[in-house]
């Protein structure tokens, strides 16, 4: 159950479980829980209010356009005012992924491609990895390890304007738990602007 407008609601009643980007796989022991759209409810503050069993995500809305995110320990209610001092709170071109256990992941940048990836620990309130990403759905090798591309270098001109380039990436892994790279000796290359 959870609290609406002093409403009390059952979770499916305003969620919607089906609408999820999943770039980040889902946890037993922080389940995934939906999306609240506000968008499509007039809403002038929020854009949207994704939940979890222990977190709840807000995406606010300045100047009539989303600028990053709040995360807080869930109330078990989707009532913006009842909460007050985010875990973390970022804004402009940095955007909420998803959380798997306790981490939460950050995707940044402003054009599809390379981009920004940020591991924060919500329990210990600090980042724990910090590198880039190809844009694509992240590579979970086991429960507590995923793939991550840590360099890059750019190669040659992708087509012939010049207008794509073509750049190599290093796989590693990241275990979650010691928060240790570990070079998988694997390259790969993405085509972007």
């Known amino acids: 159950m959870l609290t609406f407008l002093g ?5 499916s009643s305003v969620l919607d479980k089906n609408e999820s980007k999943e770039y980040v796989k889902f946890s037993s022991e ?13 809403s002038k503050k929020l854009f949207r209010t994704i939940v979890y069993d ?6 606010p809305i300045i100047d009539n356009s989303l600028s990053g995110f709040e995360v807080y320990k869930n109330l078990k209610t989707i009532d913006y005012r009842k909460y007050q001092h985010p875990i973390i709170k970022r804004i402009n071109e940095q955007f909420f992924m998803g959380i798997y256990k306790n981490i939460l992941f950050i995707d940044s940048g402003s054009a599809p491609g ?4 940020e591991l924060y620990d919500l329990g ?15 590579e979970f090798i086991d429960e507590n390890t995923i793939i991550v591309p840590v360099s890059y270098k750019e190669s040659e001109p992708a ?11 290093h796989k590693f892994s990241f275990d979650l738990r010691t928060f240790k790279l570990n070079d998988l000796n694997k390259k790969y290359y993405i085509i972007s602007n």
Do not use: H, M, Q
């Not at 222990?54 to 995406?59: D, L, R, T, V």
């Not at 390379?114 to 990836?117: A, F, K, Q, Y």
């Open 114 to 117: 390379i981009r920004g990836l």
């Open 159 to 169: 087509d012939e304007r010049g207008w794509r380039t073509k750049y190599y990436l």
């Open 7 to 11: 409403c009390s609601l059952d979770y």
């Open 30 to 42: 922080n389940k995934y829980i939906g999306i609240y759209n506000n968008y499509k409810n007039d």
């Open 54 to 59: 222990n977190y709840i995500i807000f995406e």
């Open 124 to 138: 210990n309130c600090k980042t724990i990895y910090k590198g880039i990403w190809d844009g694509d759905k992240l």
